[in-house]
């Protein structure tokens, strides 16, 4: 079978995400055969480095011997089984270790399938936990402007991208929005845009504080913001703040968990924990869709009563799925086999040395690099039409997979990716940067 059967039978047939269809009239779709390492291949056996590891996912590459094994074990064991009234090893074991990276702060997991659901999950829990302890006006939810969370209707009302957003608005819950600790400007510094955020949060807090029942926030990142980097002095403080006004706060790290940020939580670089925190994509090393929100003891004991009203009921049918935790313990495991924390730390020199071509092309801005994940920005007065999509099929052309987000050009890939294929990666990003801005004059 050829690429064009399979792009064909599947424009035919499925709605891909995150994606006007219209637009694959003129970007054809990619057809994957396979995967090994940090590369792709489709039917033609042409390659593609997965430079934003299949949408920040993958760890340890594609087709990775050791998870393979792993879920081949499991296989013969137990596929799935419900997890209400039941358990088994694979979700005991991960929860324990996911509770002891924590330094048993989170010491309670609880499942679900992908990021969104994650984050529907904590802020139900944060509603209901203030219900059950007799703090019944503590309702409303508060975010970060430019935040993402997800797309399912809950994770939409604490989501402040109008491009997700904004159509779906008569049916989501608004939240309250504080200043973001990202600089708006050039002319704002770092350390003034972390003291003006946590002044609009303090005041934010002070003045709501009796209806809040939560403060949710990805540490360090906001990621579907393009990648915006802020100070750890912010989560410091919006740490001490909830506490002091008695504020759930909720950190989002399905994107910047499990080592992506060289901390394997964002939340370590501040030195906190939060109350609930959400985990997905690298969870399962980017194998089986899976998340969890880790809870303290105290929010689970609020809801450890006799009344069944008052305990948590929210359910998916395959929650901690076997195989999907399977994978997770295998990553842990390789966590620990590879020292990958390492290995991110030296990524993040080598990324580092690779783009310092990007600092000296006054058509590029604001380079940026926090652990794994680097990117910048094209100026917008140099930026053609349709840069991101133009931008990603002339990388795939190439042989690269990539998907800036407007004018935010970033790669986030796997772990074990080499030397000479960051080199690739900078030399191709190069050449697409180079072709779109000249076709732009």
Same mark, same amino acid.
């Given at each position: 079978?050829?690429?064009?059967?399979?792009?064909?039978?599947?424009?035919?047939?499925?709605?891909?995400?995150?994606?006007?269809?219209?637009?694959?009239?003129?970007? @054809?779709?990619?057809?994957?055969?396979?995967?090994?390492?940090?590369?792709?291949?489709?039917?033609?056996?042409?390659?593609?480095?997965?430079?934003?590891?299949?949408?920040?996912?993958?760890?340890?590459?594609?087709?990775? @011997?050791?998870?393979? +094994?792993?879920?081949?074990?499991?296989?013969? &064991?137990? &596929?799935?089984?419900?997890?209400?009234?039941?358990?088994?090893?694979?979700?005991?074991?991960?929860?324990?270790?996911?509770?002891?990276?924590?330094?048993?702060?989170?010491?309670?997991?609880?499942?679900?399938?992908?990021? %969104?659901?994650?984050?529907?999950?904590?802020?139900?829990?944060?509603?209901?936990?203030?219900?059950?302890?007799?703090?019944?006006?503590?309702?409303?939810?508060?975010?970060?402007?430019?935040?993402?969370?997800?797309?399912?209707?809950?994770?939409?009302?604490?989501?402040?991208?109008?491009?997700?957003?904004?159509?779906?608005?008569?049916?989501? +819950?608004?939240?309250?929005?504080?200043?973001?600790?990202?600089?708006?400007?050039?002319?704002?510094?770092? &350390?003034?845009?972390?003291?003006?955020?946590?002044?609009?949060?303090?005041?934010?807090?002070? %003045?709501?504080?009796?209806? !809040?029942?939560?403060?949710?926030?990805?540490?360090?990142?906001?990621?579907?913001?393009?990648?915006?980097?802020?100070?750890?002095?912010?989560?410091?403080?919006?740490?001490?703040?909830?506490?002091?006004?008695?504020?759930?706060?909720?950190?989002?790290?399905?994107?910047?968990?499990?080592?992506?940020?060289?901390?394997?939580?964002?939340?370590?670089?501040?030195?906190?924990?939060?109350?609930?925190?959400?985990?997905?994509?690298?969870?399962?090393?980017?194998?089986?869709?899976?998340?969890?929100?880790?809870? #303290?003891?105290?929010?689970?004991?609020?809801?450890?009563?006799?009344?069944?009203?008052?305990?948590?009921?929210?359910?998916?049918?395959? #929650?901690?799925?076997?195989?999907?935790?399977?994978?997770? *313990?295998?990553?842990?495991?390789?966590?620990? #086999?590879?020292?990958?924390?390492?290995?991110?730390?030296?990524?993040?020199?080598?990324?580092?040395?690779?783009?310092?071509? *990007?600092?000296?092309?006054?058509?590029?801005?604001?380079?940026?690099?926090?652990?794994?994940?680097?990117?910048?920005?094209?100026?917008?007065?140099?930026?053609?039409?349709?840069?991101?999509?133009?931008? %990603?099929?002339?990388?795939?052309?190439?042989?690269?997979?990539?998907?800036?987000?407007?004018?935010?050009?970033?790669?986030?890939?796997?772990? !074990?990716?080499?030397?000479? &294929?960051?080199?690739?990666?900078?030399?191709? !990003?190069?050449?697409?940067?180079? %072709?779109?801005?000249?076709?732009?004059?």
């Amino acid at each position: 079978m050829t690429d064009q059967h399979w792009t064909d039978r599947s424009l035919n047939a499925v709605w891909h995400p995150c994606t006007q269809m219209k637009a694959h009239e003129e970007s @054809p779709l990619l057809a994957i055969k396979n995967g090994r390492g940090v590369f792709l291949y489709d039917y033609e056996g042409n390659s593609y480095l997965d430079s934003i590891s299949s949408w920040w996912t993958n760890l340890f590459g594609h087709a990775n @011997p050791s998870i393979n +094994q792993a879920i081949i074990n499991q296989l013969g &064991e137990v &596929e799935h089984v419900m997890l209400a009234g039941m358990t088994h090893r694979p979700v005991v074991e991960l929860s324990e270790r996911l509770s002891a990276l924590t330094g048993h702060h989170l010491g309670r997991a609880f499942y679900g399938s992908d990021g %969104a659901s994650a984050v529907e999950i904590a802020l139900k829990m944060s509603f209901h936990y203030w219900r059950n302890v007799g703090l019944t006006k503590k309702s409303r939810f508060v975010c970060l402007q430019n935040s993402y969370h997800g797309e399912t209707l809950g994770a939409l009302g604490v989501t402040d991208i109008p491009l997700f957003s904004d159509t779906y608005s008569p049916l989501i +819950q608004r939240p309250i929005l504080c200043q973001s600790p990202v600089p708006l400007s050039d002319s704002v510094s770092l &350390e003034e845009a972390t003291q003006i955020a946590i002044n609009d949060l303090k005041l934010t807090l002070a %003045a709501n504080h009796e209806e !809040i029942a939560c403060f949710i926030l990805e540490p360090m990142i906001q990621c579907a913001a393009g990648m915006q980097m802020y100070s750890a002095d912010y989560l410091k403080a919006a740490r001490a703040l909830c506490s002091e006004y008695q504020v759930l706060l909720i950190a989002d790290e399905i994107a910047v968990g499990f080592g992506r940020t060289g901390k394997f939580f964002a939340c370590e670089h501040a030195g906190i924990w939060p109350d609930l925190m959400t985990l997905s994509k690298g969870l399962t090393g980017g194998y089986l869709p899976l998340s969890v929100v880790l809870s #303290t003891e105290t929010i689970y004991q609020a809801f450890y009563q006799d009344d069944v009203r008052l305990g948590f009921l929210h359910s998916h049918s395959y #929650t901690g799925n076997p195989l999907a935790c399977t994978a997770a *313990v295998a990553t842990l495991d390789l966590f620990e #086999t590879s020292k990958a924390l390492a290995l991110v730390n030296d990524l993040a020199n080598q990324l580092s040395t690779a783009f310092e071509w *990007v600092k000296v092309d006054d058509r590029l801005t604001n380079i940026r690099q926090l652990g794994s994940i680097l990117a910048f920005d094209v100026m917008v007065n140099r930026l053609p039409q349709n840069f991101s999509r133009k931008f %990603a099929s002339l990388a795939l052309e190439h042989g690269l997979l990539i998907r800036p987000i407007g004018n935010t050009v970033y790669v986030m890939p796997p772990y !074990i990716i080499s030397s000479s &294929e960051i080199e690739f990666l900078s030399n191709v !990003i190069k050449i697409c940067i180079n %072709a779109l801005l000249k076709e732009k004059l």
